[in-house]
């Protein structure tokens, strides 16, 4: 690897990763006001934690799971919205799908290499990927891989910093599901 290639497996502390925070591609500890400067009239990429999400602790879809995954990033495209930012979730839409498909059934929740590529084209037509500090977000290999993609195509990528939002848990039949 050289001093500029990304590593493939997840690694947030990559030394890497200063040559394009130098660069201004990569913005660590973006506040709300950051995305909103650098995002108006451009369509944002909303990157937020799923799959280690909607699993069961055996390994198997959980549509509860799923469906509180899907709803903290609802909540991050609604707070930028009300900020002006139009922010494409790819989480919201799929739950949605997966939701809509539970009939036939053919649709799979957990498919990765299906989902990486139904999410590519959302991810390249957008011009900066943001992401929000759901719990989760830095243990993700799908928001990885969509930051490395983003900078290797010299997209801008924001990582919101902790605290920004002050509500992220949400209530779920009743019962506090904190985040």
Request: aromatic share 6%; proline share 6%.
């Amino acid at each position: 690897m050289n001093e500029t290639q990304l590593p493939v497996r997840r690694d947030w502390r990559s030394p890497v990763l200063g040559h394009y925070i130098e660069a201004a591609m990569l913005v660590r500890d973006a506040t709300v006001a950051d995305v909103v400067s650098r995002c108006r009239s451009r369509l944002c990429y909303l990157a937020t934690p799923y799959t280690k999400i909607a699993r069961h602790p055996d390994g198997g879809y959980c549509p509860t799971r799923s469906l509180e995954a899907a709803t903290k990033a609802a909540r991050w495209a609604r707070l930028l919205a009300l900020e002006g930012i139009t922010a494409v979730s790819p989480i919201v839409q799929s739950v949605e799908m997966v939701n809509a498909d539970l009939i036939n059934g053919e649709l799979d929740p957990l498919d990765q290499d299906f989902w990486e590529n139904w999410c590519r084209a959302l991810l390249r037509a957008s011009a900066v990927v943001v992401v929000p500090p759901i719990p989760g977000w830095d243990e993700s290999d799908g928001i990885w891989t969509e930051v490395l993609l983003a900078l290797e195509w010299q997209m801008q990528v924001l990582l919101i910093r902790h605290g920004e939002q002050h509500d992220t848990s949400i209530l779920i039949g009743g019962m506090h599901h904190g985040g």
